[in-house]
């Protein structure tokens, strides 16, 4: 079976940080008691982290082991 591959037109951080600004508008439109509410202000706090470990990893900082 023959793979469709794509060559991505943004950096993983960027699609993160759009990923996160979009689930804190949907987190928006719920009222503030509701359970989905809850679920989607989840998401764009785990998404932050991984923009962070992201940004760890693709630093000049670290260096590969020996």
């Known amino acids: 079976m023959?793979?469709?591959?794509?060559?991505?037109?943004?950096?993983?951080?960027?699609?993160?940080?759009?990923?996160?600004?979009l689930a804190?508008?949907?987190a928006d439109q719920f009222r503030a008691d509701d359970a989905e509410r809850e679920a989607f202000s989840n998401k764009p706090r785990e998404l932050d982290i991984a923009t962070n470990i992201d940004g760890w990893l693709n630093s000049r900082g670290l260096q590969p082991p020996k």
């Open 24 to 26: 804190r508008e949907k």
């Open 2 to 21: 023959k793979r469709h591959r794509f060559k991505q037109d943004k950096t993983i951080g960027e699609r993160l940080i759009r990923e996160a600004r």
